[in-house]
C-alpha cells in the first residue's frame, strides 16, 4: 500500500515524532498552519473517518485523549486549540490515513475556512 502515513509508522520516511505507542503516533505537521500543528494517527491504516469500524471506538477516542497531551504538552491547553478531521475532497483531505489535526499557540477563526 502506497501511504505516506504508514511510511512514516514504519520508519521509513523522516518526521519529528513526539509522542509514539502500540497504537498511535503523534508527529509535526510537515507544513504547519499555526505555531503549534501536530498530527496524531492511528497506527491501523484507516483511509478517513467514514471508515472508522465499531472495533476503532476506542481507538478514536484515544486518539483525542493523546491530542490532549499534545496541547498540554506544547502549553497550548488552557489558551484552546482546535482538533480537526478532514474527510474527502471538500474538506481539503489530502493524506487518506486517518489523522487528527492539533492547531494552536494562535486564535482560530470561526467559522473555519
Ligand atoms: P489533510 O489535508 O487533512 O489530509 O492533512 C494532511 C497533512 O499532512 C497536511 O497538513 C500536510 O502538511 C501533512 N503532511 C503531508 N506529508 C507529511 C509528512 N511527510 N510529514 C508530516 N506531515 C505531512
Ligand atoms: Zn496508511
Not at 51 to 79: Q, T
Not at 83 to 106: I, W, Y
Request: aromatic letters at 6%; hydrophobic letters at 40%.
Amino acid at each position: 500500500m502506497n501511504c505516506i502515513f504508514c511510511d512514516i509508522i514504519m520508519k521509513k520516511r523522516p518526521a519529528k515524532i513526539l509522542y509514539e505507542d502500540d497504537s498511535v503516533l503523534a508527529f509535526e505537521d510537515i507544513n504547519p498552519q499555526a505555531p503549534v500543528h501536530v498530527l496524531v494517527i492511528p497506527k491501523k491504516h484507516i483511509p478517513t473517518s467514514l471508515d472508522i469500524e465499531e472495533e476503532d471506538l476506542p481507538l478514536i477516542g484515544y486518539l483525542c485523549r493523546i491530542a490532549g497531551n499534545i496541547a498540554r504538552e506544547k502549553g497550548i491547553a488552557e489558551r484552546g486549540f482546535r482538533l480537526v478531521m478532514n474527510c474527502n475532497r471538500e474538506a481539503g483531505q489530502t493524506v487518506f490515513h486517518l489523522h487528527l489535526h492539533v492547531l494552536g499557540g494562535r486564535g482560530m477563526h470561526w467559522p473555519p475556512g
